[in-house]
């Protein structure tokens, strides 16, 4: 009778004590952290832009707006090959230009005759968003839709009724060619217009004339797992420029009340993010291969070499942040030769650079650690959802990594563990040279993926040191090529 009591007595001391260690077992997120869409959007890194309509055949990036769809005539349009193209090259989606500024939409859409079914392209009767959707559900591809707000051919654009037009025109389009991704609004509002034949200047306010919050609702009640990029979100921003840099300071944090699609001046901050900003908002670096988003033959020698695009590579994904890479066809209907070339070689050369990773099976060592949980194992696992953590509070912290012999190296990739809110601030890496240990790089942010390039060297160990960090440091993977 008194040892059960003893021991019940015991039992509930240990089941307290436990409790207690499991409740700090793991570290608190630190907010704003991405949601579950977010997260998986990060996982995509690199999908495709096409920018296709009847500028393709005009030779211009903005047409007027009153361009007749006669012109509108791909001869050999293989809209298959395209997204075979983009799969092969490594792509995980597409984004397609269903109206660009000048008006033409290239779905047979019932609330305009300014639309692919007055055009030749199949008699009238092709629907250029369906072929595309449907190309992108056969090669397993995600599909997302850009519908430009700002629309030149439009008598009414600029009214009430306008606004009510372009609700329609999503309507149609969520509802036919579904499921979508990611919705592109262009903040782009040149002003002049054929605007139905009034050619003239018009100017909106940006800030109000869409009423954004509306549109965005009515869509969300359509796709509920959509994610809007817009200069501001506000679920993916604009990373602030067309030449596919995102800052090597990187935050996905912005505050978005701050900001909106089409505000002068913000390109600074939508580069770099802000590191106490109160949302969740990852840069997209969007970039065309070519000088312009549109086919021109003219710039057949002007494509972006695969070296070229290797290096966009590493300044977008290398820098925490999505490459929307932009890949227009031709007046064919086809991917230019000469791009698809440089397409598939550039899969091939980030093959070659990433194909053998060093940090597997190297010995790692950790300054501190949260709890047995987050071991340092974790780091070397090619799993993103296992972690390493630093001791509670700890906001700095180093790594080193032992090869066990003398190993080639050119790049070190780092990870964050984002489910729990992006952390470091600083970082450097350095190098063994068999008696000291030499610094190779300073950074500063790392976020869902870092890859920084170092001057080619032989060394048995490297050191990640983190110098500064919001909070006790998490990462979830290391590489080393
Ligand atoms: C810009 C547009 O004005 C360009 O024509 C292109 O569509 C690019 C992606 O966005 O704002
Ligand atoms: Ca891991």
């Not at 007595?9 to 630190?30: D, E, G, R």
């Not at 305009?112 to 009238?124: L, Q, R």
């Not at 602030?240 to 913000?266: C, H, M, Q, V």
């Not at 080619?456 to 050191?463: A, D, N, P, V």
Request: net charge neutral; charged share 25%; glycine share 8%.
């Amino acid at each position: 009778m008194k040892t059960s009591k003893y021991f019940i007595f015991f039992a509930l001391f240990l089941t307290v004590l436990s409790c207690k260690t499991s409740q700090i077992s793991s570290p608190k997120p630190i907010f704003p952290i991405p949601t579950s869409d977010q997260l998986a959007w990060h996982e995509l890194e690199t999908y495709a832009f096409i920018h296709f309509t009847t500028n393709t055949f005009t030779g211009k990036e903005w047409g007027y707006g009153d361009e007749s769809p006669s012109i509108f005539n791909p001869t050999d349009m293989d809209v298959d090959s395209w997204i075979k193209t983009i799969k092969d090259a490594g792509l995980k989606a597409v984004i397609l230009t269903c109206k660009h500024h000048d008006g033409f939409v290239l779905w047979p859409s019932k609330f305009t005759s300014h639309s692919v079914a007055a055009s030749p392209y199949k008699n009238g009767k092709g629907d250029v968003v369906k072929e595309v959707s449907e190309a992108c559900k056969k090669y397993g591809l995600k599909f997302g839709v850009y519908l430009s707000p700002w629309d030149r051919n439009r008598a009414d654009y600029g009214t009430p009724s306008y606004v009510e037009y372009y609700r329609n025109q999503l309507k149609e389009l969520f509802a036919a060619y579904g499921p979508v991704f990611e919705m592109w609004f262009d903040g782009a509002n040149g002003g002049d217009g054929y605007y139905g034949g009034s050619k003239e200047t018009r100017k909106i306010n940006g800030k109000t004339f869409y009423d954004w919050p509306k549109t965005i609702d009515l869509v969300r009640g359509l796709e509920p797992k959509i994610l809007f990029f817009s200069d501001a979100g506000p679920e993916i921003r604009w990373v602030g420029n067309e030449r596919g840099l995102a800052g090597r300071t990187n935050w996905n944090n912005i505050s978005r009340d701050t900001l909106y699609a089409g505000k002068a001046g913000i390109e600074g901050v939508l580069n770099t993010g802000h590191e106490n900003g109160k949302d969740w908002v990852p840069a997209e670096v969007d970039v065309s291969i070519r000088p312009g988003w549109f086919y021109h033959a003219e710039e057949d020698s002007k494509v972006k070499t695969p070296e070229q695009l290797f290096e966009i590579y590493l300044t977008s994904v290398g820098r925490g942040s999505n490459l929307l890479l932009n890949i227009p066809p031709d007046r064919r209907g086809l991917i230019h030769e000469i791009d698809a070339t440089y397409l598939l070689a550039w899969k091939k050369l980030i093959n070659e650079k990433f194909s053998n990773n060093l940090a597997k099976g190297a010995k790692v060592s950790v300054s501190s650690k949260f709890s047995n949980k987050q071991k340092p194992e974790n780091l070397i696992d090619d799993n993103t959802k296992t972690y390493w953590a630093a001791a509670e509070g700890y906001k700095n912290a180093s790594v080193v990594l032992d090869f066990g012999k003398k190993q080639v190296i050119n790049f070190v990739e780092l990870q964050e563990f984002i489910t729990l809110g992006q952390r470091v601030k600083s970082f450097s890496i350095e190098i063994w040279d068999g008696n000291n240990w030499k610094e190779a790089a300073i950074e500063t942010t790392i976020g869902y993926k870092r890859i920084i390039k170092i001057k080619e060297t032989q060394t048995q160990k490297i050191r990640i040191n983190i110098n500064d960090s919001k909070a006790e440091v998490i990462l979830s993977e290391i590489r080393v090529w």
